[in-house]
């Protein structure tokens, strides 16, 4: 049994969930706020999350079938590849493509049930915000192949996920609320930048078409990550510009230093991918490197940024508004 479930959260890349627990956490705590359903807003949350963990399997199956098409495919070079961990289940024969399909089936359902019961509950809003995730959590293999994926992750956790959280809770549209979700938006695109900077040659070699592998080397790749990570942290001022929030939102100002960390640290892996940073107490957590620590660090990095990022957020918010 155990087994079972370790397999599952594997397959399932768990470790990426808290970029949708905590962005969900932003709008559910603005949104109670302002006389928000709290109870449709925590069924919304796990409809959200099942959809996360549903485009995470769907993303790899489709990965592979495009591995296993290439005609100089070779298990042992990719198992050589302690960076590859995605896939690893599928190619090693661990879990059946079927069985992948039926995981994302299941949570798919699951996704629907709830969303059709928020639909029944809320209003015909719910359709048009759950119609967005849900085109973007179906083809967001291929969009990831032709330099779109930063674009769909920007739409899937801002305007869709922002504006259906709070429209839930609120039965009503905000403008407001597309503003609130810039910062966070833009620190959890960065998650993703860093992956296809890590994977820089893997996806030229494969015929990933990414933002990262447009530029001539990782180092040059950097230069949209420095422009994402202030970007993040100016976007701060127009929730005080439109009296969205008060002045506490640039508590989340005390996060630069590991936005800095983690672009010294992208610095060190462009010069030499098998670096590892020293592990630091505000590093924390950190789970299974998945025999890749110089890869895994600076993903755990990243979302541990935005982790933080966004618990401030909310901090801000309950002081602003409460």
Not at 133 to 155: C, D, K, P, Q, W
Request: hydrophobic residues 50%; positive net charge; proline residues 3%.
């Amino acid at each position: 049994m155990l087994n079972l479930i370790s397999t599952i959260l594997e397959c399932s890349r768990v470790f990426s969930l808290p970029m949708t627990i905590m962005s969900w956490l932003v709008v559910f705590t603005y949104s109670a706020f302002v006389s928000g359903n709290i109870k449709y807003g925590l069924i919304a949350f796990i409809g959200v999350c099942f959809a996360h963990l549903a485009a995470n399997i769907l993303d790899d199956y489709f990965d592979y079938k495009s591995l296993i098409r290439q005609v100089n495919f070779d298990k042992k070079e990719y198992f050589k590849n302690s960076q590859k961990t995605k896939c690893r289940y599928l190619v090693s024969g661990r879990v059946k493509p079927i069985e992948i399909l039926e995981l994302a089936g299941l949570y798919l359902l699951i996704a629907l049930i709830l969303g059709v019961f928020l639909y029944l509950k809320c209003g015909a809003g719910v359709i048009y915000f759950a119609l967005t995730g849900g085109i973007i959590t179906l083809l967001y293999s291929f969009l990831s192949r032709n330099m779109l994926s930063e674009i769909a992750v920007a739409i899937a956790y801002g305007p869709a996920l922002f504006g259906g959280i709070y429209y839930v809770m609120t039965k009503t549209y905000s403008w407001e609320v597309f503003v609130l979700s810039i910062p966070t938006m833009i620190i959890t695109v960065v998650l993703l930048y860093i992956h296809t900077v890590m994977d820089f040659y893997f996806d030229i070699n494969e015929g990933h078409k990414t933002l990262a592998n447009r530029f001539k080397t990782p180092y040059e790749a950097l230069k949209v990550l420095k422009v994402m990570l202030v970007s993040a942290y100016l976007s701060l001022l127009p929730l005080c510009i439109f009296d969205i929030l008060d002045w506490q939102v640039f508590l989340v100002c005390l996060t630069i230093p590991l936005a800095v960390d983690l672009y010294k640290s992208m610095e060190a892996f462009a010069k030499n991918p098998d670096s590892i940073p020293e592990h630091r107490w505000y590093h924390f957590p950190m789970e299974n490197m998945m025999n890749a620590p110089a890869f895994m660090t600076r993903i755990y990095q990243s979302r541990n940024l935005m982790i933080y990022f966004a618990l401030i957020l909310c901090i801000a918010i309950v002081m602003g508004l409460g």
